[in-house]
């Protein structure tokens, strides 16, 4: 699908409106530790305002009288599969066709209806319900027919199996004469995730593997799964589960799931490592290897915007989605939308579309209660480690992290970002290398460790001016320090120590991570004056203020998972002494590797390091030795000895004050944490006079597609059906006019044969008419939007058409009334996909016959997709960023 814009090619975003924000004084955080329930319990006693963890319905008993309901794309489950020859056994997932199968095992319907309440979309790719998914879903359609189907699973797990020398013996697989062992990691601190690995155990047994179970909580995951060799950590299969929003233009969602250039996969390629510290490639299969070294490359190309136009774009992303599918190292399961719940009293609350959680910036800046102050239930306060390189991995760091940081970008509803705290201006672009960087631009060479002037004739792609005078005029860090021009181009410093190999502050896992280093995306950079900068780099794209905020974003990249990249200099000094002296290490995998602590700026033992480096550079008045060149080079006063000593004694201060360094620009300041205690208390940051663009203000609305199918329907019959719309956090519905209805119409082959564009009436209405010549099976899926609500529920139903009948339309629209008061989200348990025949047994006593389920027809092939990308022209203002997926 390609795709036109018409913007302006400078944004300004200073002041928005003058509401001060935000509208509390003091959040209190109570963690419960992985007890659900008693947070619910706790919600419904009054004692907190909000319960932020997404619990099924089904599983609450009960809730207080007068409530709120919000609903969000909160998190995303998939199954996560060790695809390598295993150290600690024979490993069946080592091979395409098993992990393929696991598709036909996981049962997507009866997983959202079961364990998600029917709050939920089933998924077979990395995308559910936002515009991606849209985008993509030629690539998608080839898979459209996977269903549950046991039989078809166990078939080609035989088959496959016997082939590399398994046997199958009285209904149990062996290897070399010992039964064929899965480890599954089970989260046992989350209601869904246990029962469903109850679930794919049962099923897994069935086929005649032995589970064994290796149970934990998230900081046991990041551990087992995440921070250890797969070759060699016992675990085969996990069931995962991703908090992270939807944006626009989200290629960095598939990249992360399905290639391990961002380090999040189990296996290697010829870019990169295993979860970005192992090489594993001897333990691969060929055919892995071959695999995931294209899904990187491709990555790569659409992470370095290696593209010119719209349709290339999409091209590399519907590759990208149909390799992953077919390899399979994820199979993915639903995007859920449980609700949340809070309490009346706890006003102006943002559900958010683009964070995909309750907790993010707008929400901290817009809640309000009477008194001003309001004590809000977390799961967890951390399972993982916060700091600026390589931490935030986990969704409950980074909720509470989203009050002490003022991104900069945002977006609303529609999931188009928008510059916050900095006007951005396109100075020029191109799709080759043609603009001239001056020579006196700046940049950092990472083989010498050097800052130097760009050399001679250095051409560019794209030249941006970056002016932070609405953050700098009207924001300060939590202790007080101004935000100045040093902090900001120590970012960019940071960041290409941290990718240098030579440096004393970088690893492998950080290379991995921040992959542009790969490429020369940042070319140099220029002071213009003591609030603005001009940056050169090779970053296209066809919506040329997005290429700005990319470019920014690879200027400023820190924040591991997080946009909390916004700290003093000074903090980066203190974190860099205690990485550089082995103390801790800026990733899970280095710090397990090296037996020290994953670096965090919340916690005692690490400040207290911190504390020592801070005092040492006080007493010196130490300033960084690159941004004292790019002082000299630039000719522009940064910081001085005086200044730097202040700063430093203003992060003392602070850490002797509150116990924690986190000194970010925030709303609020972090005034207690404690693991201990399970609290953490955050107060309003009294320098904060920042505002945020209306559009990141708006409600999200909800569709909901009222559509019947007839159990047999006509070739050149018509359909009808209506849209319904539901503000979110309301209990009104009225009819939704004006909705987009995208519909494809593809074959029992995967093969799409019709696509329809259409949009609703006055009363929501809409219908679709068949071709005439059908005839047979085919599946119609359904996507509703608009380009202010991006949040989609797409449908697929199963048609079974025969030759043109006289009957002309088969489906009566709904009643058209205004209101209703009902709340439920879109539905997801009224189309069906699968396909069943009579059912057989069989009884297996030796190898030579596959263990015996119910029968169904055979899906379709897994083999690669060729794709073909449909074209529809939308005019738009659009700008958006690229988020990234952290760990529940």
Do not use: C
Request: glycine share 6%; aromatic share 14%.
């Amino acid at each position: 699908m390609l795709i036109s814009f018409v913007f302006p090619f400078a944004y300004n975003n200073a002041k928005a409106d003058t509401t001060q924000y935000p509208r509390l004084n003091q959040i209190t955080f109570i963690s419960y530790n992985g007890n659900d329930l008693n947070g619910i319990e706790a919600f419904t006693s009054g004692a907190i305002s909000m319960y932020t963890f997404p619990i099924p319905p089904n599983k609450i008993t009960s809730l207080p009288s007068n409530y709120s309901t919000y609903i969000m794309p909160i998190a995303f489950y998939d199954v996560l599969l060790n695809p390598l020859n295993t150290s600690f056994g024979f490993n069946p997932f080592m091979f395409q066709p098993v992990r393929y199968a696991m598709n036909y095992i996981v049962d997507r319907s009866y997983f959202v209806d079961n364990f998600l309440g029917g709050y939920g979309t089933p998924t077979y790719g990395p995308y559910a319900g936002e515009f991606e998914g849209l985008m993509t879903s030629n690539a998608s359609a080839p898979y459209i027919d996977i269903h549950y189907n046991l039989t078809y699973a166990n078939q080609t797990i035989y088959n496959t199996l016997i082939k590399h020398g398994a046997q199958y013996i009285n209904g149990k697989w062996y290897y070399n004469g010992k039964p064929i062992t899965i480890y599954f990691f089970v989260r046992t601190d989350t209601i869904v995730r246990q029962e469903y690995a109850k679930f794919l155990e049962s099923q897994l047994q069935q086929l005649g593997f032995t589970i064994q179970e290796v149970s934990g909580n998230l900081q046991k995951q990041n551990t087992v799964i995440y921070g250890s060799d797969p070759h060699n950590s016992t675990w085969n299969i996990a069931v995962e589960s991703w908090s992270g929003g939807y944006s626009y233009y989200d290629y960095g969602k598939p990249i992360e799931f399905l290639a391990p250039l961002f380090g999040a996969v189990p296996a290697t390629s010829n870019i990169s490592l295993t979860f970005g510290a192992y090489d594993d490639s001897m333990y691969e299969t060929p055919d892995l290897f071959n695999t995931v070294s294209k899904l990187d490359a491709i990555s790569l190309q659409l992470y370095s915007t290696q593209f010119n136009t719209s349709k290339q774009y999409y091209n590399l992303l519907n590759q990208l989605v149909s390799l992953g599918i077919n390899d399979s190292i994820r199979v993915f399961v639903a995007q859920s939308q449980i609700p949340i719940y809070g309490s009346s009293i706890l006003q102006g609350v943002l559900p958010s579309v683009y964070y995909g959680n309750i907790l993010n910036t707008p929400n901290y800046m817009t809640m309000s209660t009477p008194t001003g102050i309001t004590t809000i239930g977390v799961r967890y306060l951390s399972q993982g480690s916060m700091n600026p390189g390589l931490g935030f991995t986990d969704a409950y760091s980074v909720g509470l992290v989203y009050s002490l940081i003022y991104p900069l970008s945002e977006a609303g509803p529609n999931g188009y970002s928008v510059p916050t705290g900095v006007i951005l201006k396109v100075v020029n672009e191109s799709n080759v290398s043609n603009i001239p960087v001056p020579t006196d631009a700046i940049t950092f060479n990472t083989s010498t460790l050097q800052v130097q002037y760009v050399e001679p004739n250095t051409t560019a792609e794209l030249s941006i001016i970056a002016n932070f005078a609405p953050l700098m005029n009207n924001d300060k860090f939590a202790d007080n320090q101004s935000i100045t021009l040093a902090d900001i181009i120590n970012i960019y410093l940071e960041a290409q120590k941290m990718l240098s190999p030579n440096s004393s502050i970088s690893d492998p896992a950080v290379e991995s991570f921040y992959s542009f280093a790969m490429y020369p995306s940042v070319i140099g950079f220029k002071i213009i004056n003591s609030t603005t900068i001009q940056i050169w780099g090779d970053v296209k794209f066809f919506d040329p203020l997005y290429a700005a905020e990319t470019l920014l974003g690879n200027f400023l990249p820190l924040g591991g998972y997080s946009p909390a990249e916004f700290f003093p200099w000074q903090e980066y000094s203190a974190m860099n002494w205690v990485v550089s002296h082995g103390l801790a290490a800026w990733d899970k995998p280095t710090a397990t590797k090296k037996g020290i602590d994953w670096l965090s700026i919340v916690s005692p033992k690490d400040v207290g390091y911190m504390m020592q480096a801070l005092n040492n550079y006080s007493s010196t008045g130490y300033i960084p030795q690159d941004l004292m060149e790019v002082q000299k080079l630039s000719g522009f006063n940064l910081v001085n000895e005086t200044e730097a000593v202040q700063g430093y004694k203003n992060l003392i201060n602070f850490i002797n004050k509150y116990g924690n360094a986190f000194v970010s620009d925030g709303p609020f300041i972090l005034t207690s944490y404690s693991v201990t205690s399970g609290g953490a208390v955050v107060v309003r940051n009294p320098n904060f006079n920042l505002s945020l663009p209306s559009v990141v203000f708006q409600i999200p609305m909800l569709y909901t597609l009222n559509f019947q199918v007839p159990s047999i329907v006509g070739a050149g019959q018509t359909l009808t059906g209506q849209v319904l719309q539901t503000p979110d956090g309301s209990k009104v519905t009225t009819p939704a006019p004006n909705v987009i209805v995208y519909a494809q119409l593809v074959n029992s082959n995967g093969e799409v044969v019709r696509v329809y564009n259409v949009t609703t009436n006055s009363n929501g209405q809409f219908s679709f008419t068949l071709p005439s010549g059908l005839n047979g099976k085919y599946y119609l899926r359904i996507f509703t939007y608009t380009y202010q609500n991006i949040m989609m529920d797409p449908t697929v139903y199963t048609l079974l058409v025969v030759p043109s009948i006289t009957t002309t339309t088969t489906s009566t629209p709904p009643s058209t009334s205004t209101t209703t008061t009902t709340s439920t989200p879109p539905s997801t348990s009224t189309t069906t996909t699968t396909s069943t025949t009579t059912s057989t047994t069989s009884t297996t006593t030796t190898t030579s016959t596959p263990p015996s389920t119910s029968t169904t027809t055979p899906p379709p092939s897994s083999s690669t997709v060729t794709i073909v990308v449909a074209v529809v022209v939308v005019i738009i203002v659009i700008v958006a960023a690229v988020l990234l997926i952290r760990r529940r």
